[in-house]
Each structure stands twice: as structure tokens, then as C-alpha cells.
């Protein structure tokens, strides 16, 4: 769960980071709930980043893949507008919420420092979304479609992230 977890925030920090990118010092509503967005993906990695250490995990032998494919799906997304900046984060964290609900079920009361702060992540994903649906997101071109491919890329990252 670490190194999937781990992989996850690490390519949501890439994304962002690809948006930030092209939207600069923009000042608009989208752009500042982007950068707030990112701040606290970078809250999340710093944790999972501890727990790789602390716990001994082995990380994703992708991660190289999923730097330059987190910046260039957030850069692409972003240079096709706002909405559809949007778009990709409400994609990607409608994902990652089914994905966290998923790790709380099975972690039961086993790990219980492993299941809140998963609680508390899987939380800030849910408010991405609804920040994302509330600027705009479904007013992307092509929403259903761009939406569609990114969480089955989204998904493809996770289960392969999850065995290598």
C-alpha cells in the first residue's frame, strides 16, 4: 500500500507541477486552486515519503516514468485551459478516492497510523474533485472522453505500481 500510495501522490505532485508550469503566477480562481491543490499533494508525498523510510518499502521502480508522464499530462492539460486542468484533476482524484476507500476497508484496524492518515488524504482527494467540479471541470472539451482516459490511465498506473 506504501509504494502504491507513495506513487500516487509522487505522480499527483508531477501533475501539478506541469500545470503550475503553464499557468505561471496567472491570477485567476482555477490557478490559485491549483497551487493550493499542490501544496497539499506536497503534504501528502512528504508523508509517504517518511513512511518509505521508516517502514523500509521499496518505491516504484516507475517513478521515472511517472515524473515525466505526471508533468507532461498536467502541462498538456493545463495548455488546453483551465476546465480542462480541471478536468484532469477531477479525474485522477475520483480514482484515487475509490482507491483509498479501498486500502481503509482491507487495512480494517491493523495499521491504524497507515489508515488515518490515508483517511485524511483520501478526504483532501474528495475536496480536489469537488474544487475541480466547482471550477469548471465538466465544461472541458471532450470531458467524458479526456476524463474516461485518465482514470484508466490512472487505474493502469496503480496496478502496475502496485507490483513493480
Not at 490557478?31 to 518509505?52: C, S
Not at 521515472?64 to 495548455?79: D, E, I, K, R
Amino acid at each position: 500500500m506504501i509504494r502504491v500510495d507513495h506513487a500516487g501522490e509522487y505522480g499527483a505532485v508531477r501533475i501539478y507541477a506541469g500545470q503550475k508550469a503553464v499557468f505561471g503566477a496567472r491570477n485567476s480562481k482555477a490557478a490559485d486552486a491549483i497551487r493550493h491543490m499542490a501544496a497539499q499533494e506536497d503534504e501528502h508525498l512528504a508523508r509517504f515519503d517518511a513512511l518509505i523510510a521508516e517502514r523500509g518499502v521499496r518505491p516504484t521502480v516507475l517513478q521515472p516514468v511517472w515524473h515525466a508522464a505526471g508533468f507532461a499530462l498536467g502541462a498538456a492539460t493545463a495548455l488546453l485551459g483551465e476546465h480542462t486542468a480541471m478536468a484532469c484533476t477531477e479525474a485522477v482524484e475520483e480514482v484515487i478516492d475509490d482507491h483509498y476507500a479501498h486500502q481503509i476497508a482491507v487495512l480494517g484496524d491493523s495499521d491504524p497510523e497507515l489508515k488515518t492518515a490515508i483517511e485524511k488524504f483520501r478526504a483532501d482527494e474528495i475536496a480536489h474533485r469537488d474544487a475541480a467540479l466547482a471550477h469548471g471541470s465538466e465544461q472541458a472539451l471532450g470531458h467524458t472522453l479526456l476524463t474516461s482516459a485518465i482514470k484508466q490511465g490512472c487505474k493502469l498506473a496503480i496496478a502496475l505500481s502496485t507490483k513493480i
